[in-house]
């Protein structure tokens, strides 16, 4: 009788044993799928990436990726009605079921500072921020995203006539710069005028107030400005 007993208990102790290899490998099993799951998979939308890695702009991610949470510090910013998140340098949008987007940066957002990456260039006589293909000018509002400026070629000046006699020697000058300042009279309502003085910057002109205009101003768009 000791014996079955011995060999009972026995018994008993080998099939706990067995019970809990199986349970712990079940939850090592169900831990795994759970992390390889969430750490890197690619569907129809676009790629995801684990939740605890964020980009940086120097980092120069894809436009596509898919992440499941914003990185902390970001700043929600509107363009044209849609809804933007903002992180160094980087936007974002939510298409949902958790996921945001990183997407181009949109033309005509405000943002407060931008990466050092971005460096300041001057094209046509005016200053951008660019790096690799993205361009910001400053204003009174923040940097502000911008279409990539179209780069317009200076022509070359003249080159210098020398007319040659069998006594003397003629050398014509080049011609005469072009006039930089014009001064328009602009009708007020009570029969006087306002003299509004143009100048001529780069590729188009510049009003007393410091606005541009690419094509020499007419007299009515100067009196929505300086009619009194």
């Not at 676009?46 to 702009?57: A, L, S, T």
């Not at 340098?89 to 050092?116: F, H, Q, S």
């Amino acid at each position: 009788m000791l014996r079955k007993t011995k060999v009972l208990k026995v018994f008993l102790s080998l099939i706990a044993a067995i019970f809990f290899s199986l349970t712990r490998v079940a939850f090592a099993d169900w831990s795994i799928g759970i992390g390889v799951g969430d750490r890197d998979h690619h569907d129809d939308r676009g790629y995801h990436h684990d939740d605890r890695q964020f980009y940086r702009w120097h980092d120069h991610p894809h436009y596509g990726y898919h992440m499941h949470f914003l990185p902390d510090g970001y700043y929600t910013i509107w363009v044209d009605g849609t809804r933007y998140y903002y992180y160094d340098g980087l936007y974002y949008t939510y298409v949902g079921a958790g996921d945001y987007v990183i997407v181009d940066p949109p033309i005509g957002a405000y943002v407060t500072a931008i990466p050092p990456d971005f460096q300041p260039i001057i094209i046509n006589g005016r200053t951008y921020y660019a790096d690799n293909g993205v361009y910001y000018v400053l204003t009174h509002h923040g940097y502000k995203v911008v279409p990539q400026p179209v780069i317009y070629a200076q022509p070359e000046p003249p080159p210098q006539v020398v007319i040659t006699q069998p006594v003397t020697t003629v050398t014509v000058p080049p011609p005469a710069p072009p006039q930089d300042s014009f001064t328009i009279n602009v009708p007020n309502k009570n029969g006087s005028f306002t003299a509004v003085e143009i100048k001529r910057s780069g590729n188009g002109y510049v009003g007393p107030q410091g606005e541009f205009y690419a094509q020499f101003p007419s007299v009515s768009q100067l009196k929505a400005m300086y009619t009194k």
